[in-house]
């Protein structure tokens, strides 16, 4: 990719743009614009504005259909679409199911949650999905169980009353985090149908209504009833980001310790 520029002598490297890594995907295919833009059902000048950076939000059509017309003269590679849509500043739409997650995780990834020695650990996604949970996690959050989904468990599930013992502040923040998880991944129908069916709970209808919103990835202390002794036991949990390479934003991990 050509990104070099000399002042004074010295090298000056480019930060990557739209327009630059086009024009390197339409190079290495060796693909005039005439025949990306007849493909993609652009103008020819069209793509010579986007590779110049003289349009600087085309739309996700476009985008997607310039893709397409790259992938049909020679795949493109899972990194090289996201890095695409990445540098467009479009989120990639699709709705991914919870198997693709996992997949996207990995299996050693999967099975390395039980050397967390501090204690509860597991993957989820935005929609509040468990992909997986260790040992630690399945014992101390009785109920919740991987397939499921937290939300519901927390608000549906009796079980998540007796064994959180902060309920009310847990179930606060896990609402305003749902609400910030939406922003941050796109809107492709998938929460419309999550909150209708998180609809039917009145306490969680009453918390959504009032639009509070966080990104932490921090949470104050979790208090869980231990299920062995029925003592209080204070778990501070942290949360992260995962970068799934085919479904950016997805995937978060939480550890308690």
Not at 26 to 39: N, P
Not at 150 to 159: E, K, V
Not at 178 to 197: S, Y
Not at 237 to 249: A, I, K, N
């Amino acid at each position: 990719m050509k990104q070099l520029t000399r002042s004074g002598g010295a090298v000056r490297l480019a930060p990557p743009t739209f327009g630059s890594f086009l024009r390197w995907l339409r190079d290495d295919r060796r693909m005039s614009r005439e025949r990306l833009a007849m493909s993609a059902g652009v103008s020819a000048s069209y793509v010579t504005h986007l590779e110049w950076g003289d349009r600087d939000h085309p739309a996700r059509a476009v985008v997607e259909a310039l893709a397409d017309c790259l992938d049909q003269a020679r795949a493109l590679r899972v990194t090289e679409r996201r890095h695409l849509f990445d540098l467009a500043g479009i989120p990639i739409a699709a709705t991914p199911t919870i198997g693709q997650l996992r997949a996207g995780i990995g299996e050693d990834a999967l099975r390395s949650l039980d050397a967390h020695r501090g204690g509860m650990a597991g993957y989820f996604d935005s929609r509040g999905d468990i992909l997986a949970l260790n040992t630690a996690a399945r014992t101390m959050l009785p109920g919740l169980r991987e397939g499921g989904n937290g939300l519901h468990w927390l608000f549906g599930d009796q079980l998540a009353r007796q064994v959180v013992v902060n309920w009310d502040d847990v179930a606060r923040m896990s609402v305003s985090g749902l609400r910030g998880r939406i922003g941050a991944v796109g809107q492709a129908g998938w929460p419309e149908h999550l909150l209708d069916e998180l609809g039917m709970y009145p306490e969680f209808c009453v918390l959504w209504n009032e639009g509070e919103v966080t990104f932490s990835t921090g949470l104050s202390p979790i208090r869980l009833r231990d299920p062995m002794t029925g003592r209080p036991v204070d778990v501070t949990v942290q949360v992260f980001d995962v970068d799934v390479v085919d479904h950016p934003g997805w995937v978060r991990i939480f550890l308690g310790t």
